[in-house]
DNA sequence: TGCTCATATTTCCATATGGAAATATGAAAT
DNA sequence: ATTTCATATTTCCATATGGAAATATGAGCA
């Protein structure tokens, strides 16, 4: 699955918040989530799927671990809009782009 | 549909790719994406409900815009993450964050 | 009015998705 | 070896999704 459609659903998106804190077995993240265990589970193989974190086996738990680098994609594919709405002209500027 | 999940499909992108060009009718769109024509209009459509593009009319033709607003919202989302892969001590630094 | 162009909507279909509940797996502790 | 804890997988179900094909709508034109 692409970073863009696992950002898709707000759960993941969540996870990937917390783990930006540091890394976190999956208890921990069910704690936080108000999702059950097997939800937890099923969102994290598909960010495990779409390379947005990693696991680690560590004794009895699992501990996962952000990898933003597929997020990089998104941060390049969003770049030349960004200038977009990044000033009040916006619409100015697009209207004299179009029409030179 | 929240901008995130119209994101999630590559023609979508596509389309907001091409009216970052400026407005274009859906004629011009169905040209240039290898999708019937009914596709692009759905597509449109969800586009239209996540607020990222703008019709109007003119004349025979439904002239579409691009309104980047809700990509903000996006990029603001990305905005912690960025620093995450702008550099290559990245591992370090998050372990030396997680381990005071 | 009837025709045509541009676009939207509907229908059909196969597939994917997310959640809940139940079950399976695997490591560690007893 | 058995139990327990942590997690993953499976099953079931309702709903959403995307594409293709057919049809509908609506504006301008003959």
Do not use: C, F
């Amino acid at each position: 699955m692409s970073a863009y459609a696992a950002l898709a659903e707000p759960h993941r998106r969540q996870i990937l918040d917390l783990l930006r804190e540091g890394e976190r077995p999956v208890t921990e993240l069910v704690k936080r989530l108000d999702l059950s265990q097997p939800g937890v589970s099923k969102h994290l193989k598909v960010l495990r799927e779409a390379g947005l974190v990693v696991v680690r086996t560590e004794g009895k738990q699992r501990v996962y671990a952000l990898r933003p680098d597929p997020l990089a994609e998104v941060d390049q594919w969003l770049e030349p809009y960004r200038r977009l709405w990044s000033s009040r002209l916006d619409a100015l500027e697009r209207h004299l782009e179009e029409n030179p």
